[in-house]
């Protein structure tokens, strides 16, 4: 080792936070860090009174990621994930390990271990496509394998509710009321209907006043304008158009709740765009 060197990358590093260098020290990747490096992170905590902890060692995590593999191809899932077990004590805040112990737990049948192991991958890595695929799989097939026909109707049939705009979320009402103490799935599904129906209900009120008070606005101007024939068509042009979004916006709302209907009648774990995600941290809070 170049004594040198880790005198003068230690001079470097000094400037870095010790949570950093901590960091640094513990994933410990020596593609990006050298043997030089190390050492002077090392000399750096202990000279500010940090007890060193113990690093993780990817490269010899993805050796047995690799043995990993190679029994899960010939369905030796156990040994799969003795291995995958060996490479989390290697390396445990390693998003792949994680992953491919999903991977295992998932070919295993084991979807609740399996989802939680996908879950802390994306914890660690989120922009991980491949784990929040497998992850959304996981809950549709944990949904479908734990949920009755009747949990499945029910739940489309709150939020089929949106084709009745104004009365539909009385349906809902009813149905999270009954099911609530009975089944978690529908009656998750069914308050999530029930908002948004409720959100879109109040969307359409609002827009309706807002036409109705540009058009008693326009009514004002043009008694009191000197071309009132000019303004009654921009009142009138405002007034089509306002129609023509709450139109549009009617029939997105009923086919993006019905769209719903139909998944969760299928059995996957359907949520609602920003809503579903609303719901679903009221309804941890509350359980």
């Known amino acids: 080792m170049n004594i040198e060197r880790v005198v003068c990358i230690r001079k470097e590093l000094d400037f870095y936070e010790t949570s950093n260098l901590l960091e640094i020290w513990q994933l410990h990747d020596h593609d990006e860090w050298t043997d030089e490096a190390f050492d002077a992170i090392r000399q750096i905590l202990i000279s500010r009174g940090v007890e060193l902890p113990s690093f993780e060692d990817r490269k010899e995590a993805d050796k047995h990621l690799d043995c990993a593999n190679e ?12 291995e995958c077990n060996m490479a989390l004590q290697y390396a445990p805040h390693y998003a792949k390990v994680h992953f491919c112990t999903g991977i295992v737990l998932d070919s295993m049948d084991n979807l609740d271990e399996a989802m939680i192991s ?94 109705k008070t540009i058009t008693i606005i326009g009514k004002i101007y043009i008694s009191a304008a000197l071309n009132p024939g000019q303004i009654t068509k921009i009142v009138e042009n405002i007034t ?5 979004i709450i139109l549009l916006f009617l029939l997105v709302y009923i086919v993006y709740g019905i769209y719903g209907a139909i998944k969760v009648m299928f059995g996957f774990n359907f949520k609602y765009l920003i809503i579903g995600n609303l719901v679903e941290r009221y309804w941890k809070r509350e359980i």
């Open 71 to 82: 029994y899960a191809k010939d369905d030796f899932l156990q040994l799969a994930l003795n």
């Open 118 to 211: 996908y879950q802390e991958a994306l914890c660690l890595d989120p922009d991980n496509k491949d784990a929040q695929d497998f992850l959304r799989r996981v809950k549709n097939e944990r949904t479908r394998k734990f949920t009755t026909d009747e949990d499945r109707n029910c739940a489309a049939i709150a939020h089929f509710g949106v084709i009745f705009p104004l009365f539909g979320f009385l349906i809902p009402i009813l149905i999270w009321t009954i099911q609530e103490k009975r089944s978690h799935y529908v009656a998750f599904q069914s308050l999530q209907a029930l908002f948004y129906q409720l959100l879109s209900i109040l969307f359409l009120l609002l827009s309706y006043s807002f036409s």
């Open 240 to 244: 089509i158009i306002g129609l023509c």
